[in-house]
Nanobody, 126 residues
Framework: QVQLVESGGGLVQAGGSLRLSCAAS????????MGWFRQAQGKEREFVAA????????YYADSVNGRFTISRDNARTTVYLQMNSLKPEDTAVYYC???????????????????WGQGTQVTVSS
């Protein structure tokens, strides 16, 4: 298990940008694929973006592709989510997660992630 702490959320106007960070504990961070999910009030948690262990492969939900960028710094044991051109519909609690390599499945599926952060609120005003 890895401990995850998100930061960087806040209130921003539509069209603005935010960068979320997720700091991970432990010396094995580079062995974990990482993902970002979000959950809007009254809705199910949904996949946003994911990145493999080296950072060479990324995945995005259609709704954020071209606006959001996921990256990681293994030396700093941190994964980032740069969010540009934000829309009111991006309002949600954003969670980062570390993939459990023992669980089969795609990066898009919540069940393959074994560790979750506490979440950070992103609110986009119109």
């Amino acid at each position: 298990q890895v401990q995850l702490v998100e930061s960087g959320g806040g209130l921003v106007q539509a069209g603005g940008s935010l960068r979320l960070s997720c700091a991970a504990s432990g010396r094995t961070f580079s062995s974990y694929g990482m993902g970002w999910f979000r959950q809007a009030q009254g809705k199910e948690r949904e996949f946003v973006a994911a990145i493999n262990t080296s950072g060479g492969t990324t995945y995005y939900a259609d709704s954020v592709n071209g606006r959001f960028t996921i990256s990681r710094d293994n030396a700093r044991t941190t994964v980032y989510l740069q969010m540009n051109s934000l829309k009111p519909e991006d309002t949600a609690v954003y969670y980062c997660a570390a993939r459990d390599l023992r669980v089969a499945g795609t990066y898009l599926a919540p069940h393959v992630y074994g560790s979750w952060g506490q979440g950070t609120q992103v609110t986009v005003s119109s």
